[in-house]
Structure formats: C-alpha cells, structure tokens
C-alpha cells in the first residue's frame, strides 16, 4: 500500500514539498495537498499588482494546475488537526495520514492593532494588496506611513520594498514633493542579516528622502487625529498608512495544540515536530530563519526528502541547510539581490545591486517555480 501523505497549505513550503516527494517515490506514494484558497501567489506579485504594474488575474495560479503526477489537490477549510494520531478534519471530510505536515503560513491578526482596520490599510494579504492598487491609483499626495505593527514578520524585504517602490511612482506622478515617506520597523536595521543589503536600502531612503524610523513598531492609529502612535511614544501623521500586520498561526494550529510561544517548534535540520512524522515548514514553523518563501521552500524539499527515505526504510542525510536567496526592489526597476546562510555560524548575507540587470534574474526566479511547478510558462510582470 502506497505510504500517505497529508500536507497542509499550498504556499512555498508546501509546493516544493510535494513536487519533490512526487519527483523522489512517484507510485509509493499517495500526497493529499489541502488548501483553502484556489491558487497560489508570490509575494513580491501582490506589490505588483499594488503598484499596477501587473493584472490580478495574471499573478494567481490555480491550484487545479498542478503538475506533478500523484498529487491530489483539495480545496478546502482545516477544522482540526489531531497530531498523535495524524488525522485532519477539513470541510471537505476527514484524512489519515501516515507522514503529516503543516504548512499553514502565517495569519493576519489586523484586530491586534487598535485603528489599523478603521484608518489603515495592510497590504500583506492579497486581498489588502489587491484593494490598495485602486487606492493608490487616486492618491493625490500626502503624509504616507509604512509601518510594521511587531516582530516576527513574513518577507523582511517587503515594508521598505513598499516604501521605495511607493517613492518611485509618486515621482513618475509628479507627487513625490507634495509628499512625505515614513517607514516604521520594529529592527535595527532594514534586512537584520545582511549588513550590506541594509546599508544599501539606508543609502536608498536617504537618497529619496524616505524617513528611517527603526527599533520601534507601530502600536496603534488614532482615527480621529490621523497619526500612529509608535512603541517608543512618538507620533506620526498620515493620510494614507499601508501597515505590516500581527502575525500569528492560523486558529487552527493552536487549537491543535501545537504551538509553543506562538509558533509550532521543530527540530531545525528535520523539521519534524515532537510528534514522529509530524513535520512543520514555512511562516507557522519556528525553525531560525527568516519567514520568506525562499527559506520555505528549501524547508519543503529537505523535509521531502527525509519523508521519501522514511518511506524507503533508508537512511538519509538529507538535511534543511537555513539558507535562501531574496530580491529586493530599489524602484525604478532596479533590483538587489541576498543570499543568506543561517547555520553556517553568525548569520550572514551576500548582496549585489541593486541594478537593472538583476531584474531578470528575478524574473527567472518566478518562472521557473511556475514552471516546475504548474508545468507552464510565465512571466512574473505583465
């Protein structure tokens, strides 16, 4: 009988786990992909399509497209997860599974932060980011504030991505000197691992006349008075605030009973969970690095691979190595790129950029997940 495995969510993590199981045991093995949503989307697609430089409708990817034989997709709703005896209850039935693993991501609790969901908008989810093109598209100038409300958050680059990217297209509107930037991390510099690659996005606010306000989140928005209050008691006004929610597990995980200060803990090599043959990857893991899609999906290959030896009665060396390589937006289609290494010591990060030349680079980052796994060409803007 073919060994079964159940996996949780269809982000990165999940992906690049189930392409790789299918890849490693084909027919002896039987992968049940659960989500609740019809399709997958990169992150940096959402600033896309909230800058308007791609359509919605080309940044999604149907999950009904998957491409890799022996995969089974479900969509559908996580009711309960039982992980000593591995079986799941979801709105489409009940599913036993030999291997397990979570890879639910990370929620947005936007009720987390008084004012945020009455003055605010957040552009993590892709229906904020999705709202906020129209909302963008009719700004005419202003104070704007990108805050990240507190710590842990997905995509490090992401908030100063937004502000740059922010700058570029109010200069291309003529509204860049009717405007101000403030940007709001609760770090102490934009990209904590890589030296180099905060220095360069600290040269790059300074240039553009973005205000750098770091060590502190923001703590609430005061809708009357239009300002959001930060953790180190300052103020500052906005009439447009594009904020970084709360993140936490999805309800469910906790209910599970799986977490341990907020996050489900793994071993950081296996990512198994005390639970044998319970794994956990991605956002809702805590492993050590960074909650990004690049460091998901190296997640979801070692775990794979490890899952396929088990399988095999094998044993396996095959390890998650805490490395992952991300593209950060300059504006103005300039792109820099940083690749980091966790486990190798002090965490550290290799940057080059930022340049035009490296915005194929990250094009072909896009494409070729699509291609391996949808089985289709695409192009990550048009």
């Given at each position: 009988m073919a060994a079964r495995v159940l996996v949780l969510g269809a982000g990165f993590g999940g992906l690049e786990l189930t392409s790789t199981l299918a890849e490693e045991l084909g027919g002896e093995v039987q992968i049940t992909l659960v989500d609740r949503t019809a399709g997958f989307v990169f992150g940096f697609s959402k600033l896309d399509v909230m800058f308007g430089r791609a359509d919605a409708g080309h940044v999604v990817h149907p999950y009904a497209d998957?491409?890799?034989?022996?995969?089974?997709?479900?969509?559908?709703?996580?009711?309960?997860?039982?992980?000593?005896?591995?079986r799941v209850e979801t709105t489409a039935g009940a599913f036993q599974a030999d291997y397990l693993v979570v890879a639910l991501g990370a929620d947005y609790d936007v009720l987390r932060t008084r004012g945020l969901a009455e003055a605010g908008h957040e552009f993590y989810s892709e229906r904020g980011a999705f709202a906020l093109r129209e909302t963008l598209a009719e700004f005419e100038g202003g104070d704007v504030?990108?805050?990240?409300?507190?710590?842990?958050?997905?995509?490090?680059?992401?908030?100063s991505e937004t502000a740059l990217m922010l700058d570029a297209m109010l200069r291309?509107?003529?509204?860049?000197?009717?405007?101000?930037?403030?940007?709001?991390?609760?770090?102490?510099?934009?990209?904590?691992?890589?030296?180099?690659?905060?220095?360069?996005?600290?040269?790059?606010?300074?240039?553009?006349?973005?205000?750098?306000?770091?060590?502190?989140g923001v703590r609430s928005l005061d809708v009357e008075e239009r300002v959001a209050r930060l953790g180190d008691g300052s103020a500052l006004p906005f009439d447009l605030y594009l904020g970084v929610p709360v993140h936490r597990v999805p309800v469910v995980v906790e209910a599970a009973g799986l977490?341990?200060?907020?996050?489900?803990?793994?071993?950081?090599?296996?990512?198994?969970?005390?639970?044998?043959?319970?794994?956990?990857?991605?956002?809702c893991a805590a492993v050590g690095t960074p909650r990004a899609g690049a460091f998901a999906e190296r997640q979801g290959a070692a775990a794979a691979r490890i899952i396929a030896a088990r399988v095999r009665g094998e044993r396996t060396d095959a390890a998650y190595d805490g490395r992952g390589v991300c593209y950060i937006e300059f504006g103005g289609d300039e792109i820099g790129r940083v690749e980091v290494s966790f486990f190798d010591g002090h965490p550290a990060g290799a940057f080059e950029g930022p340049s035009l030349a490296l915005a194929a680079d990250k094009q072909e980052f896009g494409a070729s997940r699509i291609r391996r796994w949808f089985g289709r060409e695409w192009t990550p803007v048009g």
């Open positions: 998957l491409a890799k034989p022996g995969v089974t997709f479900v969509r559908a709703e996580i009711t309960a997860i039982d992980a000593t005896t591995r504030v990108v805050g990240v409300t507190a710590g842990p958050f997905k995509c490090p680059p992401a908030p291309e509107r003529g509204i860049r000197d009717s405007s101000t930037i403030s940007l709001v991390m609760p770090v102490a510099r934009p990209l904590p691992p890589s030296e180099d690659a905060s220095a360069a996005l600290l040269e790059a606010f300074a240039e553009r006349g973005i205000a750098w306000h770091p060590d502190t977490t341990v200060d907020g996050w489900i803990p793994v071993d950081p090599r296996t990512l198994e969970t005390p639970w044998p043959d319970v794994f956990a990857v991605g956002d």
